[in-house]
């Protein structure tokens, strides 16, 4: 069974930066297609960022294009998301799952992301 443990997030000041870390176990990362989504209080959990299995391509809601970095290590079985110049409306938890294949939709407990302004 896969589980996934996500950390790094903290409370942080505007236009501090953070390293999140996705740790995959029970699985490797495979041929499969990772992402990172974030649910704010009350609100829907939501896209953010996605890598290919190759880490060729990457994609980045507009929100966060220019300042959020997804990356993954195969070997260290991890998906990371490097975040730099953060906004008070980055507050979220943030998760990490699989977009392929039959971990797609499984989802660890979360990081809290807190941005000060």
């Known amino acids: 069974q896969v589980q996934l443990a996500e950390s790094g997030g903290r409370l942080v000041q505007a236009g501090g930066s953070l390293r999140l870390s996705c740790v995959v176990s029970?699985?490797?990362?495979?041929?499969?297609?990772m992402a990172w989504f974030r649910q704010a209080p009350g609100m829907e959990r939501i896209y953010a960022a996605a890598?290919?299995?190759?880490?060729?391509?990457?994609y980045y809601d507009d929100s966060v294009k220019g300042r959020f970095t997804i990356s993954r290590d195969s070997a260290k079985n991890t998906l990371y998301l490097q975040m730099n110049n953060l906004k008070p409306e980055d507050t979220a938890v943030y998760y990490c799952?699989?977009?392929?294949?039959?971990?797609?939709?499984?989802w660890g407990q979360g990081t809290q992301v807190t941005v000060s302004s």
């Open positions: 799952t699989f977009t392929t294949g039959r971990a797609a939709g499984s």
């Open positions: 890598i290919h299995w190759s880490g060729a391509t990457t």
């Open positions: 029970g699985r490797p990362l495979g041929n499969y297609n």
